[in-house]
């Protein structure tokens, strides 16, 4: 048979089961909807009693045991060897809690009817019908192309964010508490601001905490401080965090001990990835000690290192203030003879601020990043490379992130000390370090007099406010905590996939390669493309420069390529079990 017949029958197959599968899925949702529009919607319709969540009127749906939830289970954690049948979908398994405890299911408090919604906060709060709610079936592709069905069915998927119908928790017994963790980034506290205000007007939930200063508070019950609308009113106006927060003081049994104490049982934890690595201990923690709590992460630093996201919160605002720095760089630069404006940007490891800041500014000449190697001395080093276009041009713009020396090929810059509260080496201030040498270098090789201007920023570009874009990115991913948190799911992450807002297992995200700059990727040809910088390397320095460049494409492929192959079938889960009026009647034939 010829290559293209088999492509087409390839084709005509995949078309038929996509067919079938979409006949059965249409057929399943109408069966589902005609099941669903009895009593969730005529509840919908019954006035509801509560004022902002008083006497919340919260009727139990089911009760399921762990008795029913074993059955359920049988069979459930199928893994997804090859394109068998494309109406099964595989997915990122995030943890709930009904795997581990006996519970009762509620209607959400959000369902209702708009119309009959009264602002003044009498009347009823359910403002969401039906049809806005997500489920355990949709998900959400974590790549960015493909070529056939194969590669879409094989692919990472995450478990789409939303409103849950049926939810795990009763909310008048829910008692949240809120912590942020390690280094500023803009927006934190609208998510702060916005996480309460979730539970509290739309869920109904009255006992929320702050935790002041980050992990290391949890050790002082007074730093566990009550939360209101009132008080969390006006916080998204202004930079840095309201609970303060720090590096260090993780400790998974003090944390779940106070929890216990107080009576915690949602936990939202704004940080990094060591916070995320803190996050899944005390997620272990809980779940080996039967602890029945909701632990919830949502992905903060300005560095954008964290893997699988499109992008963390406050990476835009970051990128806006530094794009304005640069730009009086640039005008100082310009007005000198033989001017030279350098600007440090953060990232330990990444260049991904210094990347997105020179894309955005158009002025930047060069751009040093921890992921791209380079010579600051020689025929081919940075000092030169600024020599030729201060002769040419008369002027140089450099972005340096405060990482770059671990890319300097001719020399080591010891690090400052010992390491911080987070287990962090901080770098030597590698600004300094390439002034000093920039300077002399023209000196001594061409007699020129450099007027460089350093300017270091860092601190300043993280401690500003949110602006529009990144608030309402903050503002998505806190209510989507809250009612992941609310459907009873544990251990995961709140984040932007392809634009999408998922849910991500803990585990998938402190599995994956630390999200650093893909040199063969576009994003980095695009800055040296408007740069105009040469590869600041001697040619016999290249092949090891690639090869290094090829290891973390290895690595990130490889461990990318392991998520996959843990995805199971999400729908076969006891989840289904949130999902579908059939299985409640189901449960209730079973039990009987
Ligand atoms: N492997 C880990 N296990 C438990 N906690 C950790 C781990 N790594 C870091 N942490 C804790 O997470 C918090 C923030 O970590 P850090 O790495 O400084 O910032 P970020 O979370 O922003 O990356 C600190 O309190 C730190 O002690
Ligand atoms: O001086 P601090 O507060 O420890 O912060 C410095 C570090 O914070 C960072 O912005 C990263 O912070 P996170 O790891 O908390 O996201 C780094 O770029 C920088 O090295």
């Given at each position: ?68 939830i074993e059955k359920l289970k049988e069979g459930s954690s199928k893994f997804i060897e ?74 990472l998927k995450f478990l789409r964010a939303g409103p849950r119908k049926q939810i795990f ?331 999408t807002t998922a849910i991500i297992p803990i585990k998938s995200i402190n599995n994956s ?80």
């Open positions: 048979m010829s290559e293209s017949n088999q492509t087409n029958q390839w084709i005509q197959l995949a078309g038929a089961v996509i067919a079938g599968a979409a006949l059965s899925y249409l057929l399943q949702s109408t069966t589902r909807r005609k099941s669903d529009s009895k009593a969730p919607l005529e509840e919908a319709k019954k006035p509801r009693k509560n004022s902002l969540g008083e006497g919340l009127d919260l009727s139990k749906e089911r009760t399921f045991t762990m008795r029913k090859g394109l068998t049948n494309l109406s099964e979908v595989a997915i990122s398994r995030v943890p709930h809690l009904a795997e581990t405890h006996d519970c009762d299911v509620y209607t959400s408090p959000l369902l209702g009817d708009a119309s009959q919604r009264d602002i003044a906060g009498k009347g009823t709060t359910g403002f969401l019908p039906d049809e806005a709610f997500s489920s355990v079936k949709k998900f959400v592709l974590s790549g960015k192309s493909y070529q056939c069905y194969e590669d879409i069915a094989r692919e928790w009763n909310p008048k017994e829910v008692k949240a508490a809120i912590v942020t963790c390690g280094g500023l980034c803009p927006g934190l506290n609208v998510v702060i601001r916005e996480l309460v205000m979730t539970l509290w007007f739309n869920y109904g939930v009255k006992d929320i905490f702050g935790v002041k200063w980050g992990y290391q508070g949890f050790h002082k019950a007074s730093n566990i401080i009550k939360l209101t609308p009132k008080i969390v009113k006006r916080i998204h106006n202004e930079g840095g965090t309201f609970l303060g927060s720090s590096r260090g003081g993780f400790d998974e049994k003090v944390i779940i001990d106070i929890c216990k104490e107080k009576g915690i049982n949602h936990l939202y934890i704004i940080g990094g990835d060591g916070t995320h690595r803190g996050i899944y201990k005390l997620y272990e923690y809980a779940t080996e000690n039967k602890e029945r709590i909701s632990i919830c992460g949502i992905p903060k630093t300005i560095d954008n290192d964290i893997p699988l996201i499109d992008k963390s919160f406050g990476f835009d605002t970051a990128v806006a203030v530094a794009e304005q720095i640069i730009s009086c760089a640039n005008n100082e630069a310009e007005s000198a003879e033989f001017g030279v404006g350098m600007v440090k940007l953060m990232g330990r490891d990444s260049g991904e601020i210094a990347a997105a800041a020179a894309q955005a500014s158009r002025d930047v000449n060069i751009c040093l990043i921890p992921e791209s190697p380079f010579e600051v001395e020689g025929e081919y080093g940075l000092c030169e490379t600024v020599c030729q276009r201060i002769i040419s041009k008369n002027h140089c713009t450099i972005v340096v992130a405060e990482g770059a020396d671990d890319a300097i090929i001719d020399a080591n810059l010891a690090k400052e000390g010992k390491a911080d509260a987070g287990g962090h080496v901080k770098h030597a201030d590698i600004g300094t370090y390439l002034k000093n040498k920039i300077v002399a270098y023209a000196k001594e090789n061409y007699d020129i007099n450099i007027t460089l201007k350093y300017i270091d920023p860092t601190y300043t570009i993280r401690s500003v406010s949110a602006n529009a874009g990144d608030t309402i990115i903050c503002t998505k991913l806190a209510q989507n905590s809250v009612h992941a948190a609310m459907a009873g799911y544990t251990g995961f992450s709140i984040g932007t996939v392809k634009d390669a630390k999200r650093k700059m893909d040199l063969n990727e576009r994003t980095w040809q695009r800055v040296i493309a408007s740069t105009g910088q040469p590869q600041m390397v001697c040619p016999e320095n290249m092949e090891k420069i690639t090869e290094k460049v090829q290891e973390y494409a290895l690595e990130k492929q490889k461990k990318h390529q392991k998520l996959i192959e843990e995805q199971v079938v999400m729908s076969e889960v006891i989840l289904e079990a949130f999902d579908t009026q059939e299985n409640a009647e189901g449960d209730e034939e079973n039990d009987s």
